[in-house]
């Protein structure tokens, strides 16, 4: 999956996002993404990650293999 394609689907649950990919392997399934968000304010760290995967669903289903994440609030 295109780095593009992951950016356009996160930015429509997080339209303020700034998001950083790194693609782990070349082969564009295991990624790390780095995500600074105000919808993150206030949220623990594990309602940060549902609400990414929750985003990412059917990618999650097979075109990636594996998601790292550092979520962030701005400032943080």
């Known amino acids: 999956m295109s780095p593009e394609a992951i950016i356009a689907k996160l930015r429509v649950t997080l339209p303020d ?17 780095r995500i600074v968000s105000a919808a993150f304010v206030g949220q623990s760290l594990i309602a940060r990650h549902r609400l990414v995967f929750a985003a990412l669903a059917d990618e999650m289903k097979g075109l990636i293999h594996a998601l790292t994440l550092d979520l962030r609030e701005p400032g943080e």
């Open 17 to 33: 996002a700034e998001i950083e990919l790194e693609d782990l392997t070349g082969t564009k399934d295991h990624w790390k993404a």
